[in-house]
């Protein structure tokens, strides 16, 4: 199958700074991918759809302007948490599609924020 | 609104002890619905998609049905490795490819 390098894996930062996530299609293109946000032992929220060269489509309820989402290639999007706090705490996963297939998952990113 | 039920959410079996997951669901137009296997702290791995009422899939220890309101996910004789947490999700029709929506999913615990 397709796959889908996130990195990093993990990060801690201080309340107040931002922080990037990428997420890279390592053998194909992909004009869309998502960004979903998890918590414990909750299921997978989908934030918003990152579309190759535009804006990114967000979710109802979720801040645009804290969740900045840039899609600069067919190969990789990312996703930067700015002025993050403790509650921005979480497990980010991004996907994407090959048309016609299933979506294929990063490893995900688990944020903390001190 | 799309929508996707999972039961039960908590599964303890003994090894060797088969039993199904359910995934219900509710959506305007099904275009495909998924079954993923996640480990702690890992992102969903891909297992089956089911297109139409009828299908099933199969691979090693485990089945994948759907009708036309739910799947199922069976599993035969279980191993302690088949222990994760199962995500069911569903496409419509009419939606951006690729968009998922997911249920709260089972944690499959199988025990030696």
């Known amino acids: 199958g397709a796959v889908v390098s996130q990195h990093p894996s993990w990060v801690i930062c201080k309340s107040g700074t931002s922080v990037k996530i990428e997420c890279r299609s390592l053998?194909?293109?992909?004009?869309?991918m998502f960004w979903y946000r998890q918590f414990p032992k909750q299921s997978l929220m989908l934030m918003a759809t990152s579309n190759e060269g535009s804006k990114a489509t967000y979710e109802q309820g979720v801040e645009k302007d804290k969740f900045l989402i840039n899609h600069a290639s067919l190969t990789l999007s990312t996703l930067t948490v700015t002025s993050a706090h403790p509650e921005d705490s979480s497990f980010y996963i991004c996907?994407?599609?090959?048309?016609?297939?299933?979506?294929?998952f990063g490893q995900g990113t688990r944020l903390t924020v001190v | 609104e799309d929508q996707v039920t999972q039961s039960p959410e908590a599964l303890r079996l003994q090894e060797g002890e088969s039993s199904s997951l359910n995934c219900s669901y509710t959506v305007s137009g099904l275009r495909g619905l998924f079954w993923y296997r996640q480990d702690p702290g890992k992102g969903p791995e891909f297992l089956f998609t089911?297109?139409?009422a009828g299908e099933e899939k199969e691979k090693e220890r485990l089945k994948a049905t759907l009708t036309k309101k739910e799947s199922f996910l069976h599993i035969t004789a279980p191993k302690p490795e088949d222990s994760a947490t199962y995500l069911c999700a569903v496409q419509a029709r009419g939606s951006t490819l690729g968009r998922l929506y997911f249920g709260r999913g089972t944690q499959l615990t199988v025990w030696p």
């Open positions: 089911l297109y139409s």
């Open positions: 996907s994407a599609s090959v048309v016609g297939t299933e979506a294929f």
């Open positions: 053998d194909f293109q992909a004009t869309t």
